[in-house]
């Protein structure tokens, strides 16, 4: 146990090195992500301009924008840029190889590197994050209570772990498709519609967001969110963190399974 | 075709083998064959493997007939080897592209599974993967790469000990050991994608010794190396396995490598053993002639040198003849009634070139049999 432990620790310490190798690049990458954000408030401004109430199905223009950082946050969490196409390239090129011969576990191994990835991102992203949340402080109806709050921190780490082993499950699949990226895009597309990404999933129709609800990928971006502005409370919370889990259980079963079918197949097949 | 398993080799294994031993695995052995299995670091039977590859037709109305409708082939790799390795042995395979060397090594290091026949390597059977197994053998593919890329190769070398679990004062003595005998400590900080071919093959070398595996698989580790990196690998391995006495299976296209270091030659055309022996037995075995080299005297070359044997090369006053194995002698004394000469040499072809008749051959007696197989009716 201690021995695994010590391994992984070396693995994250590895990985974060890699990381900080290219740091030009990624600075510059993870500060290009904030300009969606002006974009996304201007335009908004401009929609909320045209219309005369001056609320959008029960948001208001300072709902909207306080919503969109939101969920930015909580991509920040949820998003794996890279996971399912890096397998898929590890298959095609024969580097998986290396799991099995060496005593290491894949899917341990891409979440350590997962994790010390989004480390190194939080290292340079915090403080743009810090100062745009500063500037846009006016547009949040206010901080919310502890309790609240640790849900919402709560949904942050499970949307991690629900993006992480639902872009592996993903990634395993490239063990029968050899080439993956179509397949990848319609999930892209998926997660940003139905994630939240895109618009609040309330504002839905009701056929859609009963739909929504029984798909995993609100929970990657809308849920916290909602959590944060005080939308999901009581109850309702806690079933919504309860089937949060659940999905981060039943994609953790299905990333294994895939992956032990995904070597069966690909030993079977001729390595 | 020639069993290796009835050989008895001089060597003694070393080691006793964890007997992970699974009978349910190996429904015709028996008793005895275990016996046997704990005996050898590697044993083989009957191994098989086939692959199923699509058989695409040319064009596009091809292609797409091709996406409803698929034309599968079977291609055998390995079509039922047997083959015994005793610890401390090196054993080259030799054998033409596609001839199913690397398939076996991959089926040895589990990263396959066959089709049929069993294996065991230190007393488990590759497939299953098993953790004890993957601690104690190594696969270094020349063409592929297991160091990370960005990093330098200590920073491999730390995540080696950590998933081997190797002890901190075992690694640290390795590691050094292993440094000094491929000189690559001024490079141990220079992150891997900077190094030389030579270079980077020594590190992966490392790498994969670090954690001490009594089997090590060498798939083409010279390959695209300059000469002197070459002879620098040979000269390490040697030393290494005399030193460490762990079991060595190499394939490689040199023959130098395989002249330098093993003296037990396995070649495999169209995934069958057809040699099992020494490299001097191979000339012996597979070449019907010798190579006569006469210097005439006074620059007298006689004008019908044909009737002696087939002419090779001539550059007065030397000629060079192929001369039939068996009537060499009669040749020779034949020819030094007849003529002046100043020096006589009676040579073996050189290796190379009795291994490549040796390869086409086996390739048109195989294009031979499936003609065969194709004309007579199936019953």
């Known amino acids: 146990m201690v021995a695994r432990a010590l391994t992984w620790w070396t693995i994250l310490k590895i990985s974060l090195e890699e990381r900080l190798v290219y740091r030009g690049d990624f600075a510059l990458g993870t500060l290009m992500r904030f300009l969606p954000i002006v974009t996304q408030i201007f335009l908004w401004t401009a929609v909320f301009a045209a219309s005369e109430s001056g609320t959008i199905v029960g948001y208001s223009r300072n709902d909207i924008v306080a919503y969109y950082l939101l969920t930015m946050l909580a991509r920040a969490f949820s998003s794996m840029p890279g996971l399912a196409s890096g397998i898929a390239r590890q298959v095609r090129d024969g580097e998986i190889k290396k799991f099995l011969i060496q005593p290491i576990d894949l899917i341990s191994y891409l979440l350590l590197a997962r994790i010390a990835h989004k480390l190194v991102y939080y290292l340079v992203a915090a403080g743009p994050f810090a100062l745009v949340y500063y500037l846009c402080r006016s547009y949040f109806p206010g901080w919310p209570a502890t309790d609240v709050f640790a849900a919402f921190l709560l949904s942050l780490v499970l949307s991690f772990m629900l993006g992480f082993f639902l872009e592996a499950s993903m990634g395993m699949i490239a063990f029968w498709f050899l080439e993956v990226t179509s397949l990848l895009f319609v999930y892209m597309l998926f997660t940003f519609f139905f994630s939240g990404h895109m618009f609040p999933l309330d504002m839905l129709p009701d056929f859609w967001l009963t739909l929504v609800d029984y798909m995993p990928f609100k929970y990657l971006a809308y849920f916290p969110a909602a959590v944060f502005l005080g939308k999901i409370e009581g109850e309702a919370l806690y079933q919504g963190l309860l089937i949060q889990t659940a999905w981060v259980v039943f994609f953790i079963v299905s990333c294994r399974l895939l992956m032990q079918a995904g070597f069966n197949r690909y030993s079977g097949f001729g390595g | ?379």
């Open chain 2, 1 to 379: 075709m020639i069993k290796a398993g009835a050989k008895a080799r001089g060597q003694q294994s070393s080691k006793p083998c964890p007997s992970t031993f699974r009978p349910d695995l190996y429904p015709d052995a028996h008793w005895s064959a275990y016996n046997l299995l704990i005996m050898s670091a590697i044993k083989i039977r009957g191994l098989k493997k086939s692959y199923r590859v699509y058989r695409k037709k040319e064009g596009l109305l091809a292609s797409i007939t091709g996406l409803f409708q698929r034309d599968y082939r079977e291609v055998d790799a390995v079509k039922g080897i047997d083959l015994d390795v005793e610890q401390g042995e090196f054993v080259a395979f030799l054998g033409p592209n596609g001839a199913g060397k690397t398939t076996t090594l991959k089926l040895l290091s589990g990263v396959i599974s066959p089709t049929g026949g069993a294996a065991s390597v230190l007393g488990h059977t590759p497939w299953l993967r098993e953790n004890e197994y993957r601690r104690r053998f190594a696969l270094v593919m020349g063409q592929k790469n297991q160091l990370w890329w960005d990093l330098p190769a200590q920073e491999s070398f730390r995540l080696h000990q950590k998933i081997y679990r190797i002890d901190s004062s075992e690694f640290q003595r390795t590691r050094d050991e292993l440094v000094d005998l491929l000189e690559v400590g001024q490079l141990l900080g220079q992150p891997v994608r900077e190094l030389s071919l030579g270079e980077r093959m020594k590190m992966e070398l490392t790498a994969a010794l670090l954690h001490s595996p009594d089997v090590l698989f060498l798939d083409e580790p010279t390959i695209g190396l300059d000469v002197i990196a070459q002879h620098n690998i040979q000269k390490f391995l040697k030393h290494y396995q005399a030193m460490r006495k762990i079991t060595i299976l190499l394939t490689s296209h040199y023959m130098k490598d395989v002249a330098a270091l093993c003296r037990r030659v396995v070649i495999i055309a169209h995934g069958e053993i057809v040699y099992d022996g020494s490299l001097a037995g191979i000339v012996d075995r597979f070449s019907s002639h010798k190579v006569l080299t006469l210097h005439f005297a006074e620059e007298r070359m006689p004008s019908d040198l044909a009737r002696y044997g087939e002419v090779l090369e001539i550059v007065e006053p030397k000629a060079k003849l192929r001369v039939d194995r068996s009537s060499i002698a009669k040749v020779l004394s034949s020819v030094l009634a007849n003529h002046a000469v100043e020096d006589v040499s009676v040579e073996d072809p050189p290796l190379e070139e009795v291994i490549a008749d040796m390869f086409a051959l086996t390739a048109k007696n195989q294009a031979d049999k499936v003609a065969a197989e194709s004309l007579t009716p199936s019953p």
